[in-house]
């Protein structure tokens, strides 16, 4: 089951989440092999294109870097891609698909986005 955890993006801004894949004695898993992809949406069961899609595909400096053995997950968006996002409140989840096809949710939660005043 995910892990519920709440992001704030501020526009404007380049936005850096890092967390730690790891098992239940806190030891980093191995993510040699896997990717990642993370999207947010207005609803969950919006049908329109997602606010931003991010994965291991790594564009213009946005995109998830998965750190092998240490297990980290790094997701970069850039300071021209949130200038761009609306502000609002949206929802988000984090996947990870392992080379053998196992999807697995790790977290998922509400994304505010924060307008921005100076331009």
Do not use: H
């Amino acid at each position: 089951m995910a892990s519920n955890y709440n992001i704030t993006i501020d526009q404007g801004t380049t936005f850096v989440l890092v967390i730690t894949y790891a098992d239940s004695a806190n030891a980093p898993i191995n993510l040699t092999g896997f990717t990642a992809r993370m999207q947010a949406r207005a609803k969950y069961t919006s049908p329109n294109p997602p606010l931003f899609d991010v994965s291991t595909t790594i564009v213009s400096g946005t995109g998830i870097v998965l750190g092998g053995v240490a297990g980290t997950i790094t997701v970069t968006l850039t300071a021209t891609v949130t200038a761009a996002l609306v502000a609002g409140q949206y929802v988000y989840d984090l996947e990870l698909l392992s080379g053998g096809g196992i999807v697995t949710r790790l977290i998922e939660g509400r994304c505010l986005i924060s307008p921005e005043v100076t331009k």
